[in-house]
Nanobody
Framework: VQLQASGGGLVQTGGSLRLSCAAS????????MGWFRQVPGKERQFVAT????????RYADSVKGRFTISRDNTKNTVYLQMNSLKPEDTAVYYC???????????????WGQGTQVTVSS
């Protein structure tokens, strides 16, 4: 499955952005999906995951109550609505298909190319 992320940009503290991840391939709606983020010099960090049906979600504590992951399987697209953004949310955001963690490391069937989110103070 191929993933194309979009929607990043520059926003002020307290602002909002919505990221999209379009998946291609006949089986793309068959996978759990996730969003991750990475800053230079640090490991990729878990942000949120969503089940195949969309009825089960998980969030990192740092984004709980501010970010919402959702999916539209008719459009093979996963979204990340980000509200009340903070400077520490600045990172490259990646979407992933079928993510799984092994200890502290995350692996996925596919990764998107990443979209930059910058939150100014």
């Amino acid at each position: 499955v191929q993933l194309q992320a979009s929607g990043g940009g520059l926003v002020q503290t307290g602002g909002s952005l919505r990221l999209s991840c379009a998946a291609s391939g006949r089986t793309s709606s068959s996978y759990a999906m996730g969003w991750f983020r990475q800053v230079p010099g640090k490991e990729r960090q878990f942000v949120a995951t969503i089940s195949v049906s969309g009825d089960s979600t998980r969030y990192a504590d740092s984004v709980k109550g501010r970010f919402t992951i959702s999916r539209d399987n008719t459009k093979n697209t996963v979204y990340l609505q980000m509200n009340s953004l903070k400077p520490e949310d600045t990172a490259v955001y990646y979407c992933a298909a079928d993510p799984n963690h092994y200890g502290s490391t995350w692996a996925a069937r596919s990764w998107g190319q990443g979209t930059q989110v910058t939150v100014s103070s």
